[in-house]
């Protein structure tokens, strides 16, 4: 069993800059895959960001340029580090984990862009 807890949420004004935390605890020798998922407003949950256990990072479209994931291996944690936040980047922010092939989700962060 893997238990994840997001911290960093917040209000923050347009243009300004976030970071959303990420550690996760149980009985697991390494995350195979994290991931940041958001659920904004009367919206369906979409994705965010990757990264893979090699590396390989994806990130979706709307935040490319401004958001990038990043792992810390040795903590069992992950980072999203997001900048030039925008309104439309108001959302509940989920953390995602993969550990041999079962999913895993934090309890989500709050994070809201005033203009």
């Known amino acids: 069993q893997v238990q994840l807890v997001e911290s960093g949420g917040g209000l923050v004004q347009a243009g300004e800059s976030q970071r959303l935390f990420c550690a996760a605890s149980g009985s697991f020798s390494r995350i195979d895959q994290w991931a940041w998922y958001r659920q904004g407003p009367g919206k369906k949950r979409e994705s965010v960001a990757l990264m893979t256990s090699g590396g390989i990072t994806r990130v979706a479209d709307s935040v490319k340029g401004r958001f990038s994931i990043s792992r810390d291996d040795a903590n069992n944690a992950q980072y999203l580090q997001m900048n030039s936040l925008k309104p439309e980047d108001t959302a509940i922010y989920y953390c995602?984990?993969?550990?041999?092939?079962?999913?895993?989700w934090g309890q989500g962060t709050q994070v809201t862009v005033s203009s």
């Open positions: 995602y984990a993969s550990v041999y092939g079962s999913i895993y």
